[in-house]
């Protein structure tokens, strides 16, 4: 019989397993070592590529900051105006009052039985003092007053005997207050 030594054979074989086994163990290896690089490749270009994102955000950021600076200066700017127009349309709309008022009062009067002395106004209350001939001109005069749509709360403060020197006239000089009644202001073709 012949006899055939394998020994030989099987260590061949098992070195020739041993070296596939460090090849592949190698190449694995090299193949994580492959795959961390482009995977930290990939993280960093991300990391990158984030980074100008922020730093593009950050700079429209600064961008619109200062356009809001602006437009909130162009606001103060804006409500100092609008002020500046309620003041004038303001002053404009009282600046005829005073006449107004003057020449209501002065249609008021009982004629030629009665004349003003001084006239005061003020925050839109009227305090009035003159000299009528009697009484009852007195009454007319607030009667009239009272009647009018401009004025309420009309109250005689005083009626007192008031002479003339070198004259015998029994006139009465008088104080009557009373207040501006609010006024219902007709819209104009240009407002609404």
Known sequence: MIRINLLPYRAA???ENIRIQVNIFLGSIIILVLLV????????????????????????????QKIMKEIAEIKK???????????IKSLQA???APVQNLDSLYHLLVDK??????LEEKNKQFRITGIALDNY???????????????????LASVKKHGLKGQNLN???????FKEAPQIKKATEGEK
């Open 77 to 87: 700017k804006l409500n100092l105006v609008e002020r500046k127009i309620g003041v």
């Open 113 to 118: 039985r009665m004349w003003y002395t001084s």
């Open 137 to 155: 001109t007195v009454a007319e005069y607030m009667t009239r007053l009272e009647k009018s749509e401009r004025y309420k709360n009309v109250k």
């Open 13 to 15: 074989r098992k070195k």
């Open 171 to 177: 006139l009465k000089k008088f104080e009557v207050n």
């Open 37 to 64: 690089w482009v995977f930290n490749s990939f993280l960093n270009g991300r990391i990158d590529r984030l980074n100008g994102e922020i730093a593009s955000t950050k700079a429209e950021v600064a961008k619109y």
């Open 94 to 96: 009282d600046r005829k």
